[in-house]
């Protein structure tokens, strides 16, 4: 990715296609309803020995609406509603078919806004998954948290139930872009929630940073970026701004005429990658950053790093269980997701005993395919296997300059680097144009 700082260039051919994100294989926009709690329940009955497990707990919640979000989550206007969701959540906790002998080495909270749960709740979910599973000595336990949420007394409660990592959304830093996307938080904010964590002894902090949001400028990207490196974020991802109004109602109260263009979206991306490589950081990928000493950075070095649905990660799982709203889980065989509505959700549980709607099982051809895709977004280059996909199909980005062949190995080149769900797309013998399916390029 350090490469793409010296040949950047702009191709609204590729930016502007629409392509899967790729976060896993097949990608989401193929789940269909033929998934349900019994196949789960069955895959996890031929699961191998002793696999490494990773939990993913969703918490649908939130005190306000960001303009910009694509998260699955709500702004509850009763108490009541979380108190139903939380019973909800401890029993799938408790019940969802698990395989034999699993120890857990990573945990994440994801939202919506963890942190709209209430230290007793928070230790409440924590008790339950400690109860039904064996926990790794050294577990990772990660938590999405919304800085303007934050106070010392809930630190401590994350830090008292275990949690390693933090990860707070910071977006934008100047006052007019946050006005436009209903979210102020001044730096001022964010530092105090840094030091609470710190504070409470989570030293390992993740930052999110946007470009593509009305009014950015390379000048205010650049801004963010440096101040999320003085405040010495551990991993920094960068993601682009999907305006998809037509499906995020909310995004509707965006201006749209303040959005910038594809060739400043391009320009903004490179400003915060090269803000951050100049403060010291290391690409992951396409769109993560981190600090040499991190294990995120560590894994890219030695080839371990992975993709999956939090984007580029060092967790070595073999099964992947969601818990809670629109959770994906993922296993050998196949994925399989929940019932997105919270209130659904919660009623699906206590007359089903399970909120499973939707997924796909996996070929073992699907599997080789999925695992040379997430090769490539991670290392760049993968073996060609003719038997896998059609080298014919990689013409068009070779012949711009994108990939080359050499010694029977697909090598993406520097100028290719941005493009690299493009050239993902052309190995994936299921990709059709899906127009609003999926999100630009850049
Ligand atoms: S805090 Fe995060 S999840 Fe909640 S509305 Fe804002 S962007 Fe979405």
């Known amino acids: 990715m350090t490469d793409i700082l010296h040949s950047p260039v702009f191709l609204p051919g590729y930016a502007l296609e629409a392509v899967p994100r790729y976060t896993s294989y097949p990608p989401a926009t193929q789940f269909n309803d033929g998934i349900c709690g019994g196949a789960w329940a069955g895959w996890m009955s031929e699961t191998p020995a002793e696999p490494v497990l990773s939990l993913y707990v969703h918490i649908p919640f939130c005190r306000s609406m960001c303009w910009y979000c694509g998260c699955n989550t709500t702004v509850p206007n009763r108490d009541s509603r979380i108190e139903r969701y939380l019973e909800a959540l401890l029993t799938e906790i408790a019940t969802r078919p698990a395989p034999a002998g699993g120890k857990v080495h990573h945990v994440h909270f994801g939202g919506g806004s963890p942190d709209m749960l209430s230290p007793a709740r928070f230790g409440a979910v924590m008790d339950a998954l400690r109860a039904r599973y064996d926990f790794a000595a050294d ?3 990660a938590v999405e948290l919304d800085p303007r949420g934050l106070d010392s007394r809930l630190c401590e409660a994350l ?15 100047s006052e007019e872009v946050q006005t436009l996307i209903h979210r102020i938080q001044p730096r001022e904010q964010v530092e105090a929630a840094v030091r609470a964590l710190r504070s409470a002894g989570i030293s390992r902090i993740n930052m999110d940073v946007m470009y593509g949001l009305p009014a950015q400028t390379i000048g205010r990207v650049e801004t963010t970026a440096r101040a999320v490196a003085e405040m010495d974020a551990d991993r920094v991802s960068v993601f682009g701004y999907a305006h998809v109004p037509w499906f995020k109602k909310h995004q509707r109260a965006i201006p749209e005429d303040r959005l910038p263009g594809a060739q400043a979206r391009f320009d903004q991306m490179l400003a915060a990658a090269r803000t951050l490589t100049e403060a010291g950081y290391s690409a992951i990928g396409f769109d993560h950053f981190a600090r040499p000493e991190d294990p995120l950075a560590q894994a890219a070095r030695d080839g371990s790093l992975r993709r999956n649905f939090q984007g580029y990660t060092d967790d070595p799982y073999d099964i992947l269980i969601g818990f809670g709203a629109s959770s994906i889980s993922e296993a050998p065989q196949g994925y399989a997701q929940n019932i997105p509505d919270p209130a659904r959700y919660a009623e699906a549980m206590v007359s089903d005993g399970s909120a499973i709607v939707r997924g796909t099982a996996r070929s073992w051809r699907e599997g ?8 490539l977004l991670c290392t760049f280059d993968i073996p060609l296997d003719g038997d896998l996909f ?14 080359r062949l050499e010694n029977g190995h697909l090598k993406v ?10 050239i993902a797309a052309r190995i994936d013998p299921g990709f059709q144009p899906a127009g609003q ?6």
């Open 413 to 422: 080149t520097p100028a290719g680097l941005p493009y690299v769900r493009n």
């Open 368 to 375: 080789r395919i999925g695992e040379r895709i997430m090769q």
């Open 437 to 442: 399916k999926h999100s630009r390029a850049v």
């Open 139 to 141: 577990a990772e336990i």
């Open 390 to 403: 059609d080298p014919d199909a990689l013409d068009g980005v070779i012949a711009d300059g994108l990939a």
């Open 159 to 173: 830090a008292a139930n275990g949690v390693t990592r933090a990860s707070l959304g910071v977006q934008d830093l």
